[in-house]
């Protein structure tokens, strides 16, 4: 039983043929061949096109594998923000038939040394702002090779120049670091052009990226994404927007960092299958200077989480964007809160769509359909290929609208966690459903709705509350800027509700939102201990850090 195939939008395929392309410089190559001149992508108003990616990415990989003598399935680490040297290395990496490692550029050194260890990778190319992390764990890591690329490298004379120097000087933003060896990432490009290249074939079955959780509940583990993987899921993605996008290319602001699986699939990836243009923005947590930038941007759509379209909505002068072409805006990454929606939703006049997934997915398994006219608090509808069934505590399939695990099969799955087996064998099960550690239900229509992380689930007296539910309500309160919630001990209740808000409005109290919780809230979900703090903790892509919340307000 399918329920959700009745609701897909017109032309979106039940399934999508996953052996069209070999792997994902397959289709890179054939992008690049029927779109060479348009623009792929752009940053700090300097656009390369497909060709020049091209170019450029090959030279990159004959690099790697003639003067670094790399081999076929070995992990090259990539820790970079948003740049035109990211995806150069991106699809270089992949061309050499190597496995990408992204990095978070904000990792410390203990974060950094643990992955490069795990992923067993012996190169990083890495931008020189976060080279003295690199120094402070070299010694203790596999690494040999190190190729470091500056903020304003790929842009053209004099502006790169500038760029490298006010960075460095003015801003201050390259501490010093010493790393013998290391090598210019310009110098290696000119490296590479001393050698003939051709892109080493690839199969199905072959990693093309070894994707690191965000280690919110302990070390990070790293996703096996095949070639089949990512392939399945750029299909499956296109399908999906197909119908709305029409065939004339166009321009997708890409904020999220491409380090980030939603980021990477779904705007790096699956948009050039389409001859898109990726406007890259580097820093999208600088509020100001985003909106500066895309202002006069003739762009099409927009990809991101709640907290960037909350924090772009409360800019004065986001308003005055142009929104003129604006046909699509993807939420995904945590909940969209409902009033983040509406708000968006009047000041752009285009609906915001949320979409589900997981690293261990590739990471797309639910999106809503891309003609909905209103926010729905939906995670959407399984994408083509995919199933997604509600499962109890013993992995029996319960029935629609019955709550449980949301578990996706389909062949975006990751192949398991790198070198986990035990851990793999706790979330895919033999018949292939991956357990997401998400709690869901599903309608009759098969849109499913998002309840909360197990995990983060807390008990009241034996009732369970979803921290989720009670930030939406909180989040309603016009003084309040954002919200977390976490299970606190209670000796009468075993747990209790705890809040920690940030305050928009000064003047808000703890008795404001405590009334307004009674009024929308049965009791025990109602909130009995308010923190108020100026940040709440969060990750790169703007998911609450709860076990930080616990920290700091339980376990302190």
């Known amino acids: 039983m399918k329920p959700w195939l009745d609701s897909y939008q017109q032309g979106v395929p039940e399934y999508i043929?996953?052996?069209?392309f070999h792997s994902v410089a397959d289709i890179f190559d054939q992008s690049v061949e029927k779109y060479a001149e348009l623009p792929a992508f752009s940053n700090f108003g300097h656009s390369l096109s497909f060709r020049e990616i091209s170019f450029y990415s090959a030279r990159l990989a004959a690099y790697l594998i003639n003067d670094l003598g790399l081999k076929k399935g070995e992990r090259?680490?990539?820790?970079?923000?948003?740049?035109?040297?990211?995806?150069?290395?991106?699809?270089?990496?992949?061309?050499?038939?190597?496995?990408?490692?992204?990095?978070?550029?904000?990792?410390?050194?203990?974060?950094?040394?643990?992955?490069?260890?795990?992923?067993?990778a012996d190169t990083i190319i890495i931008v020189d702002n976060f080279c003295h992390v690199l120094e402070k764990v070299m010694k203790e890591t596999a690494v040999r090779n190190i190729i470091v690329t500056r903020m304003g490298d790929m842009l053209p004379f004099p502006k790169?120049?500038?760029m490298n120097l006010v960075v460095k000087y003015l801003k201050r933003k390259v501490p010093g670091y010493h790393l013998p060896g290391a090598v210019r990432f310009k110098k290696a490009l000119k490296h590479g052009a001393r050698h003939r290249f051709s892109t080493v074939p690839c199969s199905h079955e072959d990693i093309a990226f070894l994707q690191y959780t965000g280690g919110t509940t302990g070390p990070a583990k790293g996703a096996v994404l095949t070639h089949k993987?990512?392939?399945?899921?750029?299909q499956q993605a296109s399908a999906w927007i197909k119908p709305s996008i029409g065939d004339q290319p166009k321009m997708i602001i890409t904020a999220l960092p491409l380090y980030h699986i939603f980021s990477l699939t779904a705007n790096c990836l699956t948009f050039i299958k389409h001859g898109w243009m990726n406007y890259l923005i580097t820093n999208p947590r600088d509020i100001n200077g985003f909106v500066k930038e895309i202002k006069n941007l003739k762009f099409a759509a927009i990809t991101g989480v709640s907290t960037l379209f909350n924090g772009l909505l409360n800019h004065p002068e986001f308003k005055h964007v142009d929104f003129s072409r604006l046909m699509l805006t993807l939420g995904g990454g945590m909940s969209i809160q409902r009033s983040v929606a509406q708000r968006w939703k009047q000041v752009t006049g285009v609906t915001l769509i949320e979409a589900y997934g997981l690293t261990e997915t590739s990471p797309a398994a639910c999106v809503n359909p891309m003609n909905l006219e209103e926010f729905n608090g939906m995670i959407g509808l399984p994408i083509s290929s995919t199933e997604v069934s509600i499962q109890d505590d013993e992995w029996n399939e319960l029935k629609l609208g019955e709550t449980g695990e949301i578990c996706i099969r389909g062949p975006q799955v990751m192949r398991g966690y790198w070198k986990r087996p035990r851990e793999t064998a706790n979330i895919l099960s033999a018949d292939g459903w991956l357990h997401s550690g998400d709690v869901g239900v599903m309608n009759a229509q098969g849109f499913v709705k998002l309840v909360d992380r197990i995990k983060d689930m807390i008990s009241v007296s034996g009732f369970n509350v979803y921290p989720s539910e009670i930030e939406a309500v909180i989040g309603e309160l016009d003084g309040v800027a954002d919200v977390g919630v976490v299970g606190a001990p209670d000796e009468n209740s075993g747990e209790t509700v705890m809040a920690v808000v940030v305050k928009k409005d000064p003047d808000l109290s703890e008795e404001v939102i405590i009334n307004y919780c009674r009024e929308n809230l049965t009791g025990y979900k109602v909130p009995k201990i308010?923190?108020?703090?100026?940040?709440?903790?969060?990750?790169?892509?703007?998911?609450?850090?709860?076990?930080?919340l616990r920290k700091r307000y339980i376990e302190s």
């Open 160 to 162: 790169s120049t500038l």
């Open 76 to 120: 090259v680490a990539l820790m970079m923000p948003n740049l035109l040297q990211s995806p150069i290395a991106i699809f270089a990496i992949l061309r050499a038939g190597l496995v990408v490692v992204n990095v978070n550029p904000l990792y410390t050194a203990r974060e950094l040394k643990y992955q490069l260890n795990d992923a067993e």
């Open 17 to 20: 043929s996953v052996d069209e």
């Open 229 to 234: 993987n990512m392939v399945a899921n750029m």
């Open 530 to 548: 308010i923190h108020f703090t100026d940040e709440l903790p969060r990750t790169h892509v703007g998911k609450v850090l709860r076990r930080e």
